[in-house]
């Protein structure tokens, strides 16, 4: 009897609310519909290359819905890195442990080395992943929903303080290249200023929309910042120079400066809130565990009809398969007009 096929999963990466309803949907869908096994390699690319794996079905994929971080654990790992056959360590790994496919799930990082993997023939599925929701190809990535919500929360309870003590909040959140959250957040929690990536401030600009806020008998405002933000004539804030297997900084410092530029420019008493990784944790709203457990089904059907190189994604409301390219090509930037929206409410 011939032996049934084995696909391999692996989240990579940060991680964020809806990797394990990712997983749960692979299982479920693979085992009852197509008949599969599964291997879960644990800590990304690493447990790939370390043999790090633990046998996964139903049983042990179940109650995973409403859980946060992801069960197999993540790294930011790099087969690729140094003068090593990546390609050719995968496969051996691969063999090794009767992996026929991969799944991985994960962001431009992981999907690269996905992408690297399929041009030399190994079956790659890949499943966005990006709390920032700045993939391209695309329409929306899980967790980002969840990361908003988190937020918008923090927001809404600072303004409470910020009124009470007649302060400027400084609420700096995710975002390394990108504003999608800063721009939905602020939005939805009444932010009177937002900075992001994709737009370089003028520090000057910032503290007249406080004054005239100040001026009309408001004595508090909120500043919500990208952590990629910076002004225009400036660089990104870096909190050191240290660099991951990819090659990227750790970004980081944007409301500390903030903090000291407005109070020491209005005068007004200002304090920063640096939402960091409280925004990854805990579980996923409603949309991000739908969208995680559409991806899920879709990458493994993917799997089904024999595609590689390919991710899954939404568009519009369909859940497709797009070549891994479009996601690694650029970075899915904030829509201008949507920025244009959240002006009108600034100062």
Known sequence: MPRMTRIGILTGGGDCPGLNAVI??????????????????????????????????????????????TILGTSRTNPYKGEGDGTALVRASMERNGVDALIP?????????ARRLAADGVPVVGVPKTIDNDIAGTDYTFGFDTAVQVATDAIDRLHTTAESHNRVLVVEVMGRHAGWIAAHAGMAGGADAILVPEKPFDLDEVCAHLRARHERGRSFSIVVASEGAHPKAGDLTLKNEEVDEFGHVRLGGIAAWLEKEIEGRTGYE??????GHVQRGGTPTAYDRVLATRYGVAAVDAVARGESGVMVALRGT??????????????????????????????
């Open 270 to 275: 200002t304090r920063m809130v640096v939402l």
């Open 318 to 347: 369909e859940v497709i398969t797009v070549d891994i390219l479009e996601a690694l090509e650029n970075n899915k930037l904030l829509d201008p007009r949507l920025y244009e929206t959240a002006e009108v409410f600034f100062g």
């Open 105 to 113: 799930i994960g962001g431009d990082d992981t999907l690269g080395v």
């Open 24 to 69: 749960r949907g692979i299982v479920r869908k693979g085992v009852k519909v197509h008949g599969y096994e599964f291997t879960g390699f644990r800590y990304g690319w690493a447990g790939v290359l370390e043999d790090n794996a633990i046998e996964l079905d139903i049983e042990r994929t179940s109650g995973l819905l409403p859980r946060g971080g």
